[in-house]
């Protein structure tokens, strides 16, 4: 029987997740039932949404059970199928890989992906839920015209920087809020047009008039706390914010958020705030694919990783992700 | 010369207007300039809006200045005219009168009323700047579809009477939030199919479950403040909250305010809260106006009004409106 260390819950974190709440447990590799495939693990996604899964809460993700193997998205190959639809050997991306080596996937969740066509990884990237995200938050909901100014925060992140990569794309003046002098530079590299280190800027609102001295159109707020309410005081009239994520209260996710409102300033600019999430963009999918296949496949769409090794990786890496401490989509390869 | 007792304002008010910021000062009455008429002052209108221009804080509106005479909406008759466009005996309605007897009105800006088709006053309240406020904010911003469930706070005031009636009207479910008994039971005579009164309910969040066990689809939020909280934690997915006014913040206006923010809630039931000025659909104007006028004839829309008498009591009516002490659309007449 093949050893098989995997990754279980083992308290509700309280605040910022910490290594001592998941457990390691050698357990037997599972057995593909019907209508299941068993998959020997390649990559293991850490997304931020996966934090709102460890809370007892009701949440809009279903919630990870104390003693559960931790879930995630993931990339491997067919080792047994018991689906006419895939083959062992097929390589396959899913939403629900459990975090360790060997794991059972339903097989009418898995996609099959061509390795020839991009790195198979990519799938969890830029051409899976985060380039997804950042395209439908921006193009759907955000909406920006042509020479608008988007305001990306969390901006080398996974979903951020596709986001402002389409944005230069498309036309818009995507600029770039992020956590490290590096990563901006990076950041500018890809083609914002200006960038703030927001941990070394002091005044946020100061800093975003200066990089947006046209003032912001869209705002994609990956991170929520003070870079919103920095970014909404320079909300232009008619301004839009997409609520993507909430990273930046990753550490206080069960207490209420207490700060200063802003309702004066939505209704005298006519913002519009707007909370975002992906699934119910499902009916597109197959359109924003070609595309940021495409796209990718023009050398148009650079992703950049930050690649954690080996199934014991795996609580460290979506903490450090919790933590802004990744520089690029964070992954953990086995 | 006529005697034209007109309020001036004294100082920029901290928190809550008083008395003691306004000042009645004897004044000669004003003579018409170029293009301008001489008006005598039937009504004025008080309305929340004025709050946001006694600070000196840059706002949408223009502000007042100290020792400035008081401006707000009226409807007055014309005494002289130095436009072609008016006659002496003509009724107007124009949104620069004087609080003064006698008050000078740029022609251009003003508008001939029919006294036939409806009480002059309610160019001021149904059939005006609130009437056409709950049109475009609920139809427009709010854009309910039949049988959603419509929340309106400060729900008996002249925006929030207008738009509970427009709602029953367009076959939505209109539910009010009031001050009072009874106004919440004016509030139902009216068509709203629910009401609660803030001040007795206790636990908000708990008494707009109860009076919305559907949830709320939209939310015409005329104050801000706690209610908003509330509503937002009853939003459904998919919900809209349109900031319309932020009356509740009167009493500490140049202050922030604090409280708990709840962007992970507009993220997972992908809210979307935006920003309301009647301003910006003007070009729709006669539309909305025709559709009110008419509602209005047919006797499916009822305007109460709450009328204090003299130039004498502008000022506290104008305070008592702010307090949500007025039972429907706050005037004075002369």
Known sequence: MTSNPTWTLKRFPTGMPA?????????????????????????????????????????????????????G???????????????PGDIIQADDFGWQP???????TAMRLDPDAAPVQTSLGCLGMPGLSAYFALLNVGRPKAGETVLI????GALGQIAGQIARIKGFNPVAIAGSDAKVEWCRSIGYQAGINH???????????????????????????PLHDAALLNLNTFGRIVVVGTVALADRFDQPDIGPR???????TRARIEGFLLNDFEAHYAE???????????????????????????????????????????????
Not at 262 to 268: E, G, K, P, S, Y
Not at 305 to 321: K, L, S, T
């Open 262 to 268: 802003f309702l004066r300033r939505i209704l005298v």
């Open 19 to 71: 290594p001592e709440d998941f457990s390691l447990e050698d357990r037997p590799a599972p057995v593909a039932g019907p209508g299941e495939l068993l998959v020997r693990t390649l990559w293991l996604s850490v997304d931020p949404y996966m934090r709102a899964r460890l809370s007892p809460a009701k949440n809009y993700a279903a919630g990870q059970q104390i003693g559960e193997v931790m879930q």
């Open 73 to 87: 998205g993931g990339v491997g190959e067919v080792v047994t199928s018991n689906s006419p639809l895939f083959r």
């Open 288 to 334: 924003a694919r070609r595309d940021l296949t495409a796209w990718y496949q023009q050398g148009l769409l650079e992703a950049r990783e930050d690649v954690a090794e080996g199934i014991e990786a795996a609580p460290q890496a979506f903490i450090r992700m919790l933590k802004g401490e990744n520089f690029g989509k964070q992954l953990v390869k086995l």
């Open 153 to 156: 925060s969390a901006a080398s």
């Open 199 to 225: 941990r070394t800027a002091g005044d946020l609102t100061a800093a975003i008039a200066r990089a947006c001295p046209d003032g912001v159109d869209v705002f994609l707020d990956n991170t929520a706390g």
């Open 102 to 108: 060997y794991t059972t996937v339903a097989a009418d």
